[in-house]
């Protein structure tokens, strides 16, 4: 079966710009998972949701994030206003339960570069 | 305070030897996961091993054991029989609290060379 996929895979903004980046989890998978992984760094958790609910959202880094799962399927993060700091690889995470007992699978990331 | 700590950013190793990633962890949880995840210069992150923190036995998973020590709280992850296509970085990560839905925390990686 289909991965995690995630698109663009690469998106070059202007500072200032918007963008929304998104994310196909897994068929049935309950739980998905945003990553932030800047250059050399390990990936940083940024938001959670149980189907449509967002019930964690404690590592968004300003209120220019915002992110959503309205049918509780796709998944698209929004970043309003891009800054340089915002340049880092989005990966994006679907699990099969909600209770987290099971591995998280990986999408490809989108590598946003704002220049 | 950092919750897990990879001292190692750059290994060497020769092809067809073992090799070990150190991986440290800090929590306070008593239920917890131990996850290892390979990510390669395609960028997508890959399930390796994970380990339970109530498993008595050390996980495995064909060429990658995991050296679990939780007197120690570390976990560390061993390579057999290093192969070209292990050349990636390496990441081990954490999950607390399984009513909180899972989220991982990551370490620094450490960045494996397999030598021919």
Sequence with gaps: GAGVSQSPRYKVA????????????????????????????????????????????SGLPSDRFFAERPEGSVSTLKIQRTQQEDSAVYLCASSLDRQGAYEQYFGPGTRLTVT | AQKITQTQPGMFVQEKEAVT????????????????YK????????FLIYQGSYDEQNATEGRYSLNFQKARKSANLVISA????????????????YNQGGKLIFGQGTELSVKP
């Excluded at chain 1, 897994?26 to 992984?37: D, E, K, R, T």
């Excluded at chain 2, 296509?85 to 954490?94: Q, R, T």
Aim: charged share 20%; net charge negative.
């Design chain 2, 21 to 36: 990633l150190d991986c440290t962890y800090d929590t306070s949880d008593q239920s917890y996961g131990l996850f290892w």
């Design chain 2, 39 to 46: 990510q390669p210069s395609s960028g997508e992150m890959i």
């Design chain 2, 82 to 97: 290093s192969q070209l296509g292990d050349s990636a970085m390496y990441f081990c990560a954490m999950r607390e609290a």
């Design chain 1, 14 to 57: 202007k500072r200032g710009q918007d963008v929304a980046l998104r994310c196909d989890p897994i068929s049935g998978h309950v739980s998905l998972f945003w990553y932030q992984q800047a250059l050399g760094q390990g990936p940083e958790f940024l938001t959670y949701f149980q189907n449509e609910a967002q019930l964690d959202k």
